[in-house]
C-alpha cells in the first residue's frame, strides 16, 4: 500500500533553516503530484507548497521566498527546504501525494521554531 514518511522536522532558533524530507512508497511516484501542507494547534490545516509532476510549483503567499519545494523522482522523495524561519511556521508539516481520485497523508513531523 502507499505509504509516506516525512522526516527532517525539530526545533530551530528563528531564522534558522530545515529541510523535511517525505519518502514515498507503493506507488508510482512520478505520477503523482506533491504537497506540503501544515497545522498549527487550534487552526486548520494549510497549503504551505505543492509540486505538480510537471515541475510546476504553487507557494502560499506566507512561505514564498523562503520555502523551497522539489523531488527527486528517483529516490521517490519530496523535499521542502525552510529558510527564514519564523515562530509562525511551528506546525505539524505533512506530506501529501494525489492524483485523480486517490489522495495520500503522511503521519506528519513537527517543527517548532522558538528561541
Known amino acids: 500500500q502507499v505509504q509516506l514518511v516525512e522526516s527532517g522536522g525539530g526545533l530551530v532558533q528563528p531564522g534558522g533553516s530545515l529541510r523535511l524530507s517525505c519518502a514515498a512508497s507503493?506507488?508510482?511516484?512520478?505520477?503523482?503530484?506533491m504537497g506540503w501542507y501544515r497545522q498549527a494547534p487550534g487552526k486548520q490545516r494549510e497549503l504551505v507548497a505543492t509540486?505538480?509532476?510537471?515541475?510546476?510549483?504553487n507557494y502560499a503567499d506566507s512561505v514564498k521566498g523562503r520555502f523551497t519545494i522539489s523531488r527527486d523522482n528517483a529516490k521517490n522523495t519530496v523535499y521542502l527546504q525552510m529558510n527564514s524561519l519564523k515562530p509562525e511556521d511551528t506546525a505539524v508539516y505533512y506530506c501529501?501525494?494525489?492524483?485523480?481520485?486517490?489522495?495520500?497523508w503522511g503521519q506528519g513531523t513537527q517543527v517548532t521554531v522558538s528561541s
Open positions: 501529501n501525494a494525489w492524483r485523480s481520485h486517490e489522495d495520500y
Open positions: 507503493g506507488m508510482i511516484f512520478r505520477a503523482y503530484a
Open positions: 509540486m505538480y509532476n510537471s515541475g510546476i510549483t
